[in-house]
């Protein structure tokens, strides 16, 4: 990017791959793949800077906006770098390439979005301390300024226009190309971290800055974004800003600070561990005001294989939900990583595998993210087991830990099973495999193994009944299903229902998690009276008699519990 010569090819040390394989998050594992999503961003940006050449735009060539950025690289290689880096340029080259590509369509008009390279330059500029002089897009008079804030220029027509970003000597100008409204003149506009003076007057009408989440780490201080400007900081389509307010993001960083030191008890190299620090990005989601209070769960969460390191989350009440979130998401992250630089299976993408904690049939690759995911799930309650000092606080962890470890490996080996794995795909798979079975042998209370295998037959029983089509003489291989073609969604209840034994049970399920199977069998026997193919009560139904000992039978049942459901009509 700066002239230089060209980066030797990459070439990941099999040691690496196998620490990552083994689930883990080793910093020189971390930095290969950092380095290898610098070089996948620079060939995407080739081939934008290829196709923006024949696309119609008011504003100045992308040619123009690439010498920006090259001479800010100059200047300072290292905060272009990271502003390479950062998931939202990330985000917009992936929604850019598919819009020209034709598999998106959402956003502002393609000259816009295309000319963010213009914004993406002008960031650069400011970040280097160098000049430039470029049209920009602006959307509702506000220019979006990569890793820094939204520019707002009062006046500007609503919609999509031209604006002129100035920069010199850190300092922006930023006007209308179409209407005569006075130009906004911003020194040296910047990111902040949450509660900084500098933060606090988001009643300036010219300047929303990004806020950075802090981190005390004993090597330094470190910065996460918290990003609810972005208009690229989402999953695909274009995003209005959403800011939060004070309290809200007051309430991020207290919760932050405190996940990133679960999440790092003991060290931050194994499976479930991670230095909150290589967190890019968190994208808040769903709520933007402190009250009311948040749920005690994360409600949703995800990540993107264009954003690296960054992750939409919406915040849950307590650090420990949302610690075990920051190792969800970013196992997704180093997952994505890799898929970049290695075919790990040959996925047709038909949606036909059982896994653990959808309640949809999913592709090759879902089960792989899933079942890396979820490992990582599974060593993070596992480092809780092993600190708990209260007998409730390790029932829980154990019931996660159990359940987790047991669902993964299920899904590993419908892997490792399927035919479709790479070279390195089974090599891959297997590192997984080697640390859940070595987990597998690991002690848990009593109790909570006894939940957590009960969770995971209830699921697994329950998906069936709602997937698959009972056909008496179907195969039962995971890839050869029958399965239904019309299929509603139903919600995963149980698996956060058992993660606790009910003091006083009064529910077929409560009676279940308290180990009664025969109270339990009853009261699913008088739901099933009035519907004998409800699903849940049947799943339920069929467990608890599984787990009263019912011998060959019921394990059959177990195996296919959708030959107790009658054929669909027709």
Same mark, same amino acid.
């Given at each position: 990017?700066?002239?230089?010569?060209?980066?030797?090819?990459?070439?990941?040390?099999?040691?690496?791959?196998?620490?990552?394989?083994?689930?883990?998050?080793?910093?020189?594992?971390?930095?290969?793949?950092?380095?290898?999503?610098?070089?996948?961003?620079?060939?995407?940006?080739?081939?934008?800077?290829?196709?923006?050449?024949?696309?119609?735009?008011?504003?100045?060539?992308?040619?123009?906006?690439?010498?920006?950025?090259?001479?800010?690289?100059?200047?300072?290689?290292?905060?272009?770098?990271?502003?390479?880096?950062?998931?939202?340029?990330?985000?917009?080259?992936?929604?850019?390439?598919?819009?020209?590509?034709?598999?998106?369509?959402?956003?502002?008009?393609?000259?816009?979005?295309?000319?963010?390279?213009?914004?993406?330059?002008?960031?650069?500029?400011?970040?280097?301390?160098?000049?430039?002089?470029?049209?920009?897009?602006?959307?509702?008079?506000?220019?979006?300024?990569?890793?820094?804030?939204?520019?707002?220029?009062?006046?500007?027509?609503?919609?999509?226009?031209?604006?002129?970003?100035?920069?010199?000597?850190?300092?922006?100008?930023?006007?209308?190309?179409?209407?005569?409204?006075?130009?906004?003149?911003?020194?040296?506009?910047?990111?902040?971290?949450?509660?900084?003076?500098?933060?606090?007057?988001?009643?300036?009408?010219?300047?929303?800055?990004?806020?950075?989440?802090?981190?005390?780490?004993?090597?330094?201080?470190?910065?996460?974004?918290?990003?609810?400007?972005?208009?690229?900081?989402?999953?695909?389509?274009?995003?209005?800003?959403?800011?939060?307010?004070?309290?809200?993001?007051?309430?991020?960083?207290?919760?932050?600070?405190?996940?990133?030191?679960?999440?790092?008890?003991?060290?931050?190299?194994?499976?479930?561990?991670?230095?909150?620090?290589?967190?890019?990005?968190?994208?808040?989601?769903?709520?933007?005001?402190?009250?009311?209070?948040?749920?005690?769960?994360?409600?949703?969460?995800?990540?993107?294989?264009?954003?690296?390191?960054?992750?939409?989350?919406?915040?849950?009440?307590?650090?420990?939900?949302?610690?075990?979130?920051?190792?969800?998401?970013?196992?997704?992250?180093?997952?994505?990583?890799?898929?970049?630089?290695?075919?790990?299976?040959?996925?047709?993408?038909?949606?036909?595998?059982?896994?653990?904690?959808?309640?949809?049939?999913?592709?090759?690759?879902?089960?792989?993210?899933?079942?890396?995911?979820?490992?990582?799930?599974?060593?993070?309650?596992?480092?809780?087991?092993?600190?708990?000092?209260?007998?409730?606080?390790?029932?829980?962890?154990?019931?996660?830990?159990?359940?987790?470890?047991?669902?993964?490996?299920?899904?590993?080996?419908?892997?490792?099973?399927?035919?479709?794995?790479?070279?390195?795909?089974?090599?891959?798979?297997?590192?997984?495999? /080697? @640390?859940?079975?070595?987990?597998? !042998?690991?002690?848990?209370? *009593?109790?909570?193994? #006894?939940?957590? $295998? &009960? %969770?995971?037959?209830?699921?697994?029983?329950?998906?069936?009944?709602?997937?698959?089509?009972?056909?008496?003489?179907?195969?039962?291989?995971?890839?050869?299903?029958?399965?239904?073609?019309? /299929? @509603?969604?139903?919600?995963?209840? !149980?698996?956060?229902?058992? *993660?606790?034994?009910? #003091?006083?049970? $009064? &529910? %077929?399920?409560?009676?279940?998690?308290?180990?009664?199977?025969?109270?339990?069998?009853?009261?699913?026997?008088?739901?099933?009276?009035?519907?004998?193919?409800?699903?849940?009560?049947?799943?339920?139904?069929?467990?608890?008699?599984?787990?009263?000992?019912?011998?060959?039978?019921?394990?059959?049942?177990?195996?296919?519990?959708?030959?107790?459901?009658?054929?669909?009509?027709?």
């Amino acid at each position: 990017m700066t002239g230089k010569q060209p980066d030797p090819p990459l070439r990941m040390p099999a040691r690496l791959f196998e620490e990552l394989a083994a689930g883990g998050s080793p910093a020189e594992a971390l930095a290969f793949l950092a380095r290898s999503e610098r070089a996948r961003r620079l060939l995407l940006l080739r081939t934008l800077l290829a196709r923006f050449d024949t696309l119609p735009t008011p504003l100045d060539t992308p040619a123009e906006a690439w010498r920006t950025v090259k001479a800010a690289a100059e200047r300072a290689p290292g905060p272009v770098d990271r502003l390479l880096l950062a998931p939202q340029t990330g985000g917009w080259l992936g929604h850019v390439l598919r819009r020209m590509h034709g598999s998106a369509s959402g956003g502002p008009p393609l000259w816009a979005e295309a000319g963010h390279l213009c914004a993406l330059a002008v960031a650069a500029a400011l970040r280097a301390g160098t000049e430039a002089d470029l049209r920009v897009p602006l959307l509702d008079g506000a220019l979006a300024l990569p890793s820094l804030g939204l520019a707002r220029l009062p006046g500007a027509p609503r919609g999509p226009s031209v604006g002129r970003a100035r920069v010199r000597g850190g300092e922006l100008t930023l006007s209308s190309e179409t209407t005569d409204s006075r130009p906004v003149v911003l020194r040296r506009p910047t990111a902040v971290p949450v509660g900084a003076a500098s933060a606090a007057p988001d009643t300036d009408p010219h300047w929303l800055p990004l806020r950075l989440l802090t981190l005390t780490r004993p090597s330094g201080t470190a910065t996460v974004t918290l990003d609810d400007l972005d208009p690229y900081r989402d999953l695909d389509d274009p995003l209005a800003p959403a800011r939060l307010d004070a309290g809200e993001a007051t309430e991020w960083q207290r919760l932050f600070e405190e996940a990133a030191l679960i999440v790092s008890a003991g060290g931050t190299h194994g499976p479930g561990r991670l230095d909150a620090a290589e967190i890019r990005a968190v994208v808040p989601w769903g709520r933007t005001t402190a009250l009311p209070a948040a749920p005690p769960t994360v409600r949703l969460s995800a990540s993107s294989g264009d954003a690296y390191a960054a992750m939409v989350i919406a915040r849950p009440a307590g650090a420990l939900a949302l610690a075990e979130t920051l190792v969800h998401e970013f196992q997704h992250s180093k997952v994505a990583a890799l898929l970049h630089l290695f075919p790990l299976l040959d996925d047709d993408r038909e949606e036909r595998y059982y896994a653990p904690w959808r309640g949809d049939p999913r592709h090759l690759t879902g089960l792989l993210h899933g079942a890396y995911a979820f490992t990582g799930v599974a060593g993070f309650w596992r480092d809780r087991l092993a600190e708990a000092r209260r007998p409730e606080a390790a029932d829980l962890a154990g019931y996660h830990f159990a359940l987790r470890r047991t669902q993964s490996r299920l899904v590993v080996r419908t892997l490792l099973t399927s035919g479709r794995l790479t070279v390195q795909g089974r090599v891959f798979t297997t590192g997984l495999a /080697r @640390t859940l079975d070595g987990w597998l !042998r690991e002690p848990v209370p *009593a109790t909570a193994l #006894a939940r957590a $295998r &009960t %969770a995971a037959a209830l699921h697994r029983t329950e998906w069936r009944l709602r997937n698959v089509l009972p056909r008496p003489g179907s195969p039962t291989a995971p890839g050869t299903l029958v399965l239904r073609t019309e /299929r @509603t969604s139903w919600p995963d209840d !149980r698996t956060y229902a058992f *993660a606790a034994p009910p #003091a006083v049970p $009064r &529910t %077929a399920d409560e009676h279940l998690a308290a180990g009664d199977p025969a109270a339990a069998l009853s009261r699913y026997a008088d739901v099933l009276t009035a519907d004998p193919a409800q699903p849940h009560a049947l799943a339920g139904w069929i467990v608890a008699r599984a787990n009263l000992g019912g011998g060959r039978t019921s394990r059959r049942m177990l195996a296919r519990p959708e030959l107790l459901q009658p054929l669909p009509s027709g």
